[in-house]
């Protein structure tokens, strides 16, 4: 991935709750979900691009997951 990538935040909902887990890239962040053993009622993916957050709403995400 390129170095333009900083980081990825996961903000999701488990139980009712937010959850928040920061992971150094998009494809650790998608590894964690998949890792889940229930799936999330809501995803939102904050990838760090060249100092700005560029946030993945759940449709991305599922798209991204099923490309992997």
Known sequence: MSDNF???????VR????T???????QD?????????????GVVLHIRV???N???GRG???KRMGEL
């Open 6 to 12: 900083s980081a990825t935040t996961i903000t999701f």
């Open 15 to 18: 139980d009712g709750f937010f």
């Open 20 to 26: 928040e887990e920061k992971t150094p890239t998009m």
């Open 29 to 41: 962040a998608i590894d964690y979900l998949k890792a889940l053993d229930a799936a999330p009622l």
């Open 50 to 52: 060249h100092g700005r």
């Open 54 to 56: 560029i946030p993945f």
């Open 60 to 62: 991305n995400v599922s």
